[in-house]
């Protein structure tokens, strides 16, 4: 049975292969069905993708007086792990929680910026950028070692996620 099994899948890698199957030189183009049908180029019909779950977050693009931008390092594990990104939350309260506890200035005065979409390997996640210029960490926060301004000339040299690189490269700061 081993052998047979084994047969199969050389027979698949070499004559009856997905991209160009070599019905010429296949001892079983007639009896093949496929062949007899015109079906070749259609099977095996694509494996059907997988429906990702969707999650939604809110980023904020923080701006201080200079221009810098406010950047959170991630946890060691985990989506995005150890790298620099914008703080996110899962829901508006949440992220209006954070910024009243971390920042100086008005959450409602920011402005949203296009959504960004990116599809991981177990989920699409949909962030809400907003963007609040004019902002400062409480005395109390400060610079830390996972909350840091970042001037515009630093952003090439941190590891960043690309969907929030992109969103930095399109909006520098002002």
């Known amino acids: 049975m081993a052998d047979y099994t ?7 890698a070499t004559l ?3 991209a160009k199957p070599a019905c010429i030189l296949c001892p079983l183009q007639t009896s093949c069905i496929a062949h007899a049908q ?8 694509p494996k059907p993708s997988k429906t990702l779950p969707e999650r939604e977050a ?3 693009l923080l701006e201080d007086a200079q221009g810098r931008i406010l950047l959170l390092k991630r946890p060691p ?30 959450y409602d005065n920011s402005k949203e910026l ?22 400062a960490l409480h005395a109390r926060v400060g610079d830390n070692d996972s ?25 520098p700061a002002h």
Not at 122 to 131: K, T, V, W
Request: proline content about 8%.
């Open 6 to 12: 084994q047969a199969q899948m050389d027979f698949g």
């Open 16 to 18: 009856c292969t997905r």
């Open 38 to 45: 015109g079906l070749v180029e259609s099977l095996p019909t």
């Open 58 to 60: 809110t980023a904020l």
């Open 77 to 106: 594990t985990g989506i995005w792990a150890s790298l620099w990104t914008l703080p996110q939350a899962e829901t508006d309260s949440q992220m209006r929680q954070w910024f009243a506890d971390n920042i100086a200035g008005d």
């Open 114 to 135: 296009p959504p960004i979409v990116h599809t991981f390997s177990h989920y699409r996640l949909h962030l809400q950028p907003l963007h609040v210029r004019k902002v």
């Open 147 to 171: 909350l840091r301004w970042v001037a515009a000339s630093e952003l090439p040299s941190l590891g960043l996620p690309a969907p929030i690189r992109k969103l930095l490269e399109r909006h």
